[in-house]
């Protein structure tokens, strides 16, 4: 019956997996239990201060609306001139504001592609980006990044996987989970497929200090001949999930530009899915975002660095990163990542698996490094304690 009702593109195995299943049952036992997945600052203390926000918003609440595609332009220009500061030269022009980031993939997928379009994302990646394809019957397909001691992307798997149905390609920089940022030689490199390049820039906020990567965002990389869309929201930013304030910056070729604006005009009108008092709260819940996101950046690379050091001479690895909020984990091959994590659930810890992002081989776990760094450590202990359990 459901076959007749539902489209296809909403049909997902939707049973709960093991890994869940064990989980649940351990979170319901009433034993020790240490979330290693978590991705909300707020939960750990770090968000900006909700009072501060509540009285932005307060002000804001009853401003008047005006119905404007690609935003309101007070709105445009806060986000432009929050990335002028920054350092990352923007014109409101060329900023269009959606609802959330992952929003702005789905319009992006409608201006670029029709259905059974193909567009090329990383692997391994954020997963939610298989969704985002699949309602709107775009299909993935998957471009490897390879790690020898640091990431890159294997351009030889991206010309493989080019069709002529490719519509354009997804970098995510810094990647998530990897953390790895997007080199100049690559966009350079998948620029010369003359494709879009859409990339997904929520976390460009937090590079490693030090390590400043040589590209921070493709819209402030030398032009191209193609045309590229720079993502990025509160969500990250300014660790706001909740406030619902994602944006695009487009730039390219002038002709291109001004037909992307032309086409992007009409379906952003057709939704205007932006509330107004988030667009006349911008300037103030970005500056508000300023020092979580200080805070996050402190937080996440002095993590980073002490699981380096914690795992140095076991048989656990800490893969390199530029930046981001997690960090990846090499476990030795006696079991796959899916019975490293339900192991390691036996004990107390409970990681994300590195199947969840597509990692093509080995076992790999993702710990968010925004966790408190005494609860890290001391998960850390149970973990090398199972490594030493299993590889004597
Ligand atoms: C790489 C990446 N892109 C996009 C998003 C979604 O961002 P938003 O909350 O703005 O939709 C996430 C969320 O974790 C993410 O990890």
């Known amino acids: 019956m459901s076959d007749r009702v539902f489209s296809r593109r909403s049909q997902f195995d939707f049973q709960a997996n093991r890994l869940s299943i064990a989980f649940a049952v351990r979170a319901q036992s009433g034993q020790a239990l240490v979330d290693l997945t978590v991705s909300s600052p707020q939960k750990w203390g770090l968000g900006p201060d909700p009072q501060a926000i509540s009285e ?28 002028c500061g920054r350092g990352q030269k923007t014109d409101p022009a060329h900023v269009w504001l959606t609802a959330s980031t992952s929003e702005a993939y789905a319009q992006l997928f409608r201006l670029l592609c029709d259905s059974g379009d193909e567009v090329l994302v990383p692997q391994p990646s954020y997963p939610l980006l298989a969704y985002l394809g699949a309602f709107d019957g775009v299909k993935l397909v998957p471009y490897q990044l390879v790690y020898d001691g640091v990431w890159s992307v294997d351009m030889d798997s991206v010309r493989a996987a080019l069709s002529d149905r490719t519509r354009a390609i997804v970098a995510v920089t810094p990647n998530n989970p990897t953390g790895s940022f997007l080199r100049r030689e690559d966009l350079e490199a998948l620029s010369q497929l003359d494709l879009p390049v859409i990339s997904d820039e929520v976390f ?11 590209l921070i965002s493709v819209h402030t990389a030398e032009p191209g001949p193609n045309l590229r869309f ?90 390199s990163s530029e930046g981001g909020w997690n960090a990846v984990l090499r476990l030795p091959a006696v ?44 998960a850390m202990d149970s973990v090398l304690m199972e490594v030493t359990h299993r590889c004597p």
């Open 230 to 319: 720079a993502l990025g929201g509160l969500s990250k930013a300014s660790a706001m999930p909740g406030m619902k304030l994602g944006f695009i910056r487009v730039s390219g070729p002038d002709a291109l530009v001004q037909s992307a604006q032309d086409r992007m005009e009409l379906i952003l009108d057709t939704y205007l899915s932006v509330a107004a008092p988030i667009q006349h709260a911008a300037r103030a819940l970005l500056e508000l975002g300023g020092t979580a996101r200080c805070r996050i950046l402190k937080r996440c690379h002095a993590n980073y660095q002490a699981l380096g050091v914690r795992v140095k001479g076991t048989a656990l690895s800490r893969l």
């Open 204 to 214: 460009a906020d937090y590079a490693w200090p030090g390590d400043f990567p040589d």
């Open 335 to 378: 079991l796959d990542d899916e019975q490293w994590a339900l192991a390691l659930l036996e004990r107390g810890v409970w990681l994300q698996p590195g199947y969840f992002y597509d990692f093509a081989a080995g076992a790999f776990v993702v710990v968010s490094l925004l966790t408190e760094p005494k609860i890290l450590m001391s």
């Open 56 to 83: 932005v918003l307060g002000r804001c609440g009853g401003a008047p609306y005006q119905a404007e595609a690609f935003g309101m332009l007070s709105a445009r220009e806060a986000v432009a001139e929050d990335f």
